[in-house]
């Protein structure tokens, strides 16, 4: 299977992955939620939420649940895909970086951590969504 395909197949899947999760699923852990709106957590090119800082321990654990939650996700539509967790992690850090909003932190392509603009998030050039 080709790069290109293989990008478009692990991108379709990981749309489906968020457009099916349930709605109590979307809905946001209060603490995760503040986290975010203040610049302490942001999502990672990897697929994972990331610190910006140095973090407390209550929201370490918070986010060190949703992370193992989410590589438990990923596993199971990795392997449905025929594909690695950290090919499939990575197409879903491009979508959800790509689905930041203004004010929220994501990880930009050098690895820095950026706050999103009103403009669309800088994405790396090998993200399936980038083209």
Request: net charge positive; with cysteine; aromatic share 6%.
């Amino acid at each position: 299977m080709t790069l290109a395909i293989r990008s478009v197949l692990i991108c379709s899947l990981a749309g489906l992955m968020i457009a099916s999760a349930p709605a109590s699923a979307m809905q946001r852990e209060p603490a995760y939620a503040s986290a975010r709106a203040t610049g302490a957590v942001g999502e990672k090119i990897d697929g994972y939420l990331g610190f910006t800082g140095a973090p407390a321990a209550a929201l370490r654990a918070v986010v060190d649940d949703i992370n193992i939650r989410r590589k438990a996700s990923y596993a199971d539509r990795a392997r449905a895909a025929g594909v690695t967790i950290e090919e499939f992690g990575f197409t879903q850090g491009c979508l959800l970086i790509a689905r930041t909003a203004p004010g929220e932190k994501y990880q930009s392509p050098d690895g820095s951590w950026q706050t999103r603009g009103s403009g669309p998030a800088v994405l790396d050039p090998r993200c399936p969504t980038a083209r």
